[in-house]
Each structure stands twice: as structure tokens, then as C-alpha cells.
């Protein structure tokens, strides 16, 4: 996958490009941006490309592609507490292929209704497969997400499981699929992530800080501590790994697919103490496991238990980023 | 450049795609698709890509490619009379680059700052090089202008010259740019065209049906009689060409490039012929030449006046659009 520090990098040469407008709440750096229109609710905007060979591999079906170009955006918005609306294609292939463009077509069809997103405007061009999304959401002015706001005391929980999509690449890349059941399941959870978009809207008002769990849980996560000028403590044995994932994979590898993995389109939120009871109900009432990680607190950085309840000194890929704030 | 018939028919399997929502007023099809958030004004919203070596030569200038990113987008935005807002952008690069990086980001920045839009979102990847702008503005809901609405009688104006564009391209492509004023008022011409924002806002309550001129004129005026279910008489004497174009080639080969050459954003509208005194008033207010290069009619189809004033048979490509008409 492509080398995101790198990119990361560039994301900042442009987070000060073009005019500075007094309209604009949330620009380039969170997971969508915010602008205001003047009317009861804010716009929530975001983009992000799908590359054949860096975000998905060459033989992945058209239709998963198709859907997970939407599912991406889907999540951002998600992520913010917004209500996906309407979406613009930009789809870049090699050569005209009907049977791939029909896949594709029926893939980001279906997400699309099921979200009630509607495609309103396209530009298809030769090129190099790839294809970028722009999703425009609505989001009440007193309820946005943001990745600001975490507290110390507060609780970190995920939604779902984590790295089921990074062991799912895994197996794909070095050909270790098998066919048995959590093999398809992890294959499914690469190609096919369900992006959280109710329980975005439902933590609202209740969550602290949010993000989507796109590039790792220690990326993503490093994110909310960033913008929140907090630390955190990460137990490793409260990780939610689903059962394919532990019965495919030992625990260690397992674990280093939730730190470090992409591709999980999950939520991490931080929320109040007090009000753990009322995630508690959202988590029934949506039918979407809600696991508590750890917990933020005020000294900078990120710690991290171990399967052992040791104390881990941070050192591989991906926790460089939280090297610079420890 | 990229065979545009056939991406048109993509297009339009994709624009049944996702949900069928009542707040699209335009979906799509138009210059930008225009969705109703219960305000005052409606928004506007588009997306295109440049790839480099089908919509850009490798050896294009950073700066000329960010200027042109947006440029094109801002040109869609003035064809339906709309004020720009916010920009997103997926940008793909096959490595980092920082020299390219910067010049991309000064030509962007200096036209996004002359039309005051805020780039609000971006999404970097590892990729063939490419840049996606989606562009979003606002426009009042009563004065929108649309690629449908011209009747027989009106008269079909187009801004500034034509061919320009193409005519740099063919002079970069054979390798045959002089050291000459003439073919650099070209070059500039394809690598740094004037969105007609200003314009487009003007021509609001004026024009009856307006699109930017991107594909060559007559698929672009193809698409106004297309829509508004109108005939069209055009005379190629009246084409509007540069000086350095009719300098630099021969009149068929102007006109050749006036007709079937992209990349010329300019705006093609018409208007009834009662108010072309207004017209006028804002040609000269905004130092915008407002060219009549020939009448709506009721007859399906377009007729070209050649340069004897003889009626012409479309035969060439580009023509066959409209043979499918007549």
C-alpha cells in the first residue's frame, strides 16, 4: 500500500491552498470538510481514490471496487456524524470494458441505495484504473463529529473488529486463501467494509472525538490525540478480533493487523465516563459491537498494554507517528 | 486526446447510478449538477480530470497543470452561471516529486485565490499522473443557466476567440512552436484559459441556454440544440479567431480548429434577439468579446454556413453528432 507518511507530507503543503474563506469550519485534516451555507445544517464534503495495484488489487472484482470506491466516503462522512447525500465520480480506466464498467456499476449501485446516495455527476477519462469519489453530506451545526474533543477519563472504543481486511490482503497477497469459511469472511471484510454511517449519526451527541479506522488503529487513533492534545493507554487484550481472524492467525500477528492494518472502515470514539450506559444501548439497538480499548489520558503520547498487561514500548511501522509526540 | 464518443456512452450507463433523490434538480448530463438544500440558493457542484498524456502533454509545466485543474472546473461552474466555493482534489503521483509538488500548488493557488475558492479536501496517491478537481458553488435559484432552453430566433453568441487551444496543442504535438509572440499567445491559450466565471454570473437572467465550449463547438453547441430540442444555422465567417491563429495557419485549418479542437472554455449561449443590446453592454462592461456566430431554428440539426457563404455538409469528425439529428 502506498507509503502514507509520505503522503501525509503533501496533505500539508495543500491544507493552506487557495483562498481562506470565513465559510469553510473544517478544511483539508479531518475526515471531511465542513462549510456553511448559512442554512440549519452544514455541508460535510471529502474525497478519496481507490488505485488499482496501491488501494486494491488488479483482479479484484469490478463490483467490489464499485463499492468500496463509495464505502471509503462513506465512512468519512460517517465519521463526522453526517448524513451521505450525493456523490461525483471520476473513474480513470485503460480501455473501455463493459463487463468490468457493468460490475463496477452494480457495486457502487447498490451501496448507493442502500445509503440513499445519489450519483449526480461523473468524468470518466482513459488512464490508469482508478477511481475517486466525492461524497457531500448534511450535518446539523450542533452535532458534527470531529476529531477534536477527546478528554482525559474518557473511553476509547471501536466499533466492529479490527484488522480482518489487513489478514484478508494478507492471505490474497501471498496467495494463502483458503476455501474455508474465515477466509471468505476476512476476504469479504477487505472487499466489502460496511462503513458505520448509523452509528456515526447516533454517537452525535454523545462522543467526544471520532474517526474512521482507515489506516490502523494506531494511525487513526494518533490522529484524535493529535487534535485533541491528549495521551492515551491502549490495552492490547481488549482489541476486538473476530473469531476468523484468531482461528487463522496467532495472536501477536493478529494484533498487528488491528495496530497497523488499513482498511477497516470502523469507528474509534472517545466518550465521557458518565455516559458509557447510553453507547451501550446504541451498540444494541443498531446491532453494532461497541468494544472499549482503553482510556485517554492528559500525558502526551500513546501506551500500550500487552498481552501480558506489560507496559510495550511502541516501535514498529506506524508508531512512528506517535514517536514525535512522546 | 481521449475518443469522447465513447466515454459519453459510459456516461450514460452511469447516470441512472445510485439513489433517485428528489432534492437533485439536475443530475448527470449538464455542465454541473445542481442539488437543492432548502436555501436560498442552490448548489452546484462538478468534478473533471486531467491525465497526464491524454489531457495534458508529460512535459506540461506543474504550474500550467494546477491552473488547469481548476480552470476547467471553473469553466463548468460559469456555464451555469454559478459562483465558485469550495474545491476538493485527488491528486495521483506515481512518486513525490516536491518541485512538480510546489509548481502544481502556485498554479492552483493563484487562480483559486482569483476566484476566491477555498480548497476545503484532498486525497494524495501513489499513481499515473493525474488530477481530479470537484469544484462547488452556489447559484440563486431562479437564475440558473442550463443547456436546454434555446428557441428558434435566438441568436448563438460565443466569448472571446476559438482555437486557440487546439492550435497550441497541434503546434506542441508536431514540435513546430516558434520563438514568436503568435504561437506563445497559443500555448498560453491551451495551458492557461480564462474560466469565464464573471460572465457566466452576467449572462444569468439573460441567456436562454449557455454550456462552456471544452469539447470543440459543435459538440458543445451539439449538446444546447440536443437539449433544447432546436436547429441551429451557424457561419463559419463569423467564427471569432485570434489574430495569432489566423496568422499561424491557413482559414479551413482555423476554423477546423475553432469547430472540432478542444479545450477552448469559452462560454456558447444564445439569447433572444431582443436583448442582444444588453448583451452588448455586458461585453463591454466586463472587456469580454461576445461574438453572434449564427441563429437557433426550429429544424432539427445544424447547418453550416462555409466560407462562401454555401451551405456545408457536416462530414468531418465531431460532425457525426449531429448527423444523428438531421
Known amino acids: 500500500m502506498a507509503k502514507r507518511s509520505e503522503f501525509q507530507l503533501i496533505e500539508e503543503v495543500f491544507s493552506t491552498l487557495g483562498a481562506d474563506r470565513a465559510d469553510v469550519l473544517l478544511g483539508v485534516g479531518d475526515d471531511a470538510a465542513l462549510v456553511d451555507t448559512g442554512g440549519s445544517e452544514l455541508i460535510a464534503l471529502c474525497v478519496d481514490t481507490l488505485t488499482a495495484g496501491v488501494h486494491f488489487p488488479l483482479d479484484t ?8 470506491a463509495l464505502a ?3 465512512s468519512d462522512l460517517a465519521a463526522m456524524g453526517a448524513r451521505p447525500q450525493w456523490a461525483l465520480l471520476a473513474l480513470s480506466m485503460p480501455e473501455v470494458d463493459s463487463a468490468w464498467l457493468d460490475g463496477f ?5 447498490a451501496l448507493a441505495l442502500q445509503h440513499d446516495v445519489a450519483l449526480i455527476g461523473g468524468d470518466t477519462t482513459r488512464g490508469a484504473l482508478a477511481a475517486s469519489v466525492t461524497l457531500v453530506g448534511l450535518v446539523e ?8 474533543g477527546a478528554r482525559p477519563g474518557d473511553g476509547i472504543y471501536v466499533s466492529g473488529s479490527l484488522g480482518d481486511a489487513a489478514a484478508g490482503l494478507y492471505l ?10 474465515s477466509d471468505s469472511y476476512l476476504l469479504e471484510r477487505l472487499q466489502r467494509p460496511q462503513p458505520r454511517v448509523s452509528l456515526g449519526q447516533a454517537l ?35 482489541l476486538p478480533l473476530s473469531s476468523a481472524l484468531r ?11 488491528a495496530l497497523h492494518g488499513g482498511d477497516d472502515y470502523e469507528l474509534c470514539l472517545t466518550i465521557p465516563a458518565a455516559r458509557e450506559t447510553e453507547l451501550a444501548k446504541i451498540s444494541a439497538t443498531l446491532g453494532v459491537a461497541l468494544t472499549r480499548i482503553g482510556t485517554i489520558d492528559a500525558k502526551p503520547g500513546l501506551r500500550l498494554l500487552d498481552q501480558n498487561g506489560q507496559l510495550q514500548q511502541p516501535s514498529r511501522q506506524g508508531y512512528d507517528h506517535f ?4
Open 61 to 68: 472484482p469490478a463490483a467490489a471496487v464499485g463499492y468500496k
Open 72 to 74: 471509503v466516503n462513506l
Open 172 to 181: 490474497l497477497q501471498n496467495d494463502q486463501l483458503l476455501d474455508q469459511q
Open 323 to 326: 514517536a514525535r509526540s512522546t
Open 204 to 238: 452525535r451527541e454523545l462522543a467526544s472525538a471520532a474517526i474512521d479506522v482507515s489506516d490502523g488503529l494506531l494511525a487513526d487513533l494518533g490522529h484524535i490525540l493529535d487534535r485533541s492534545a491528549v495521551g492515551a493507554i491502549v490495552d492490547l487484550r481488549q
Open 105 to 109: 456499476r452494480q457495486g457502487l449501485h
Open 141 to 148: 451545526r450542533s452535532a458534527v463529529l470531529r476529531r477534536a
Open 247 to 257: 482461528q487463522r492467525f496467532e495472536i501477536d500477528q493478529a494484533a498487528a493487523f
